[in-house]
């Protein structure tokens, strides 16, 4: 398991995006220490983290995003809103 620090660093975001991201239910660590409250993460979850990235940046909204990782939007309406970006 990464801490959040070199999960943050591995995944080149800053630790309070990933506690954002947890906050909201969009990325979880695998473990949060009872104690300490630290966050670790496993270094599959690199590819939820750069799908989540990847979706930012060409204009999907946090709330968006997590609909189309859960699947809770259509393919159609991705392809809509993307096109909508193009232009």
Known sequence: MLRISDFARIGQVS???LR???EI???SPVHVD???SYRYYELDQLSRLH???ALKEVGFELAQ???ILDQEISPETIHTNLRSVIQ
């Open 15 to 17: 630790m309070s995006a």
């Open 20 to 22: 954002y991201y947890d």
């Open 25 to 27: 239910g969009l990325l």
């Open 34 to 36: 009872e104690e300490t």
């Open 51 to 53: 799908r989540i990235l």
């Open 65 to 67: 995003i997590i609909q």
